[in-house]
């Protein structure tokens, strides 16, 4: 019994001191991406705005660049919707505004939206959760949208407040 015991003892040592096998979890880039269909609804702007805006190519296919980070299922297709993002904002950036929307306020807007691109651009290079600046560019591009109205609407003319 003695050396039975001792033998079963031994045993089972040598099982629980043995080598264990991990297994690694691997961290599913679409899961990030799961979150992303809960962006926060994009804004357009007034009706008035519009109207100006439609003649304006290189803002409707920004727009439009925008439209396609709603539907966007695995890490790739961000990285890609990402690209078309810059490449639509450099546009925009070399395009002619329109006369209303020649103003510093809204291309400040439009700088901040495309800091807010390249933060998301660096979250995923560098395998960070993107959700979070993804919803800051939302935001940032809303506020955007939002400086069109605003515009719009403005009844006081700059040239009022320097005339002195």
Do not use: H
Not at 6 to 30: Q, R
Not at 109 to 134: A, G, H, I, S
């Amino acid at each position: 019994m003695n050396k039975s015991f001792l033998i079963a003892l031994f045993l089972i040592g040598c099982i629980s001191c043995g080598e264990k096998k991990t297994e690694e979890v691997i961290k599913e880039s679409t899961a990030d991406l799961v979150d992303l269909k809960k962006l926060p609804k994009k804004e357009n702007p007034s009706f008035e705005a519009v109207e100006v805006l439609k003649d304006w190519t290189e803002y409707n296919a920004l727009n439009a660049a925008v439209n396609a980070i709603y539907n966007i299922d695995t890490k790739e297709d961000l990285i890609v919707a990402l690209e078309d993002l810059v490449e639509k904002q450099k546009l925009l950036e070399a395009s002619t505004y329109p006369e209303v929307f020649d103003r510093a306020d809204i291309k400040s807007r439009q700088k901040v939206f495309k800091t807010k691109v390249l933060q998301v651009k660096f979250d995923l290079e560098y395998d960070k959760n993107p959700r979070k600046t993804v919803i800051e560019m939302v935001k940032a591009y809303n506020a955007f949208n939002n400086q069109f109205s605003v515009v719009i609407k403005s009844t006081l003319k700059p040239e009022i407040l320097f005339d002195e």
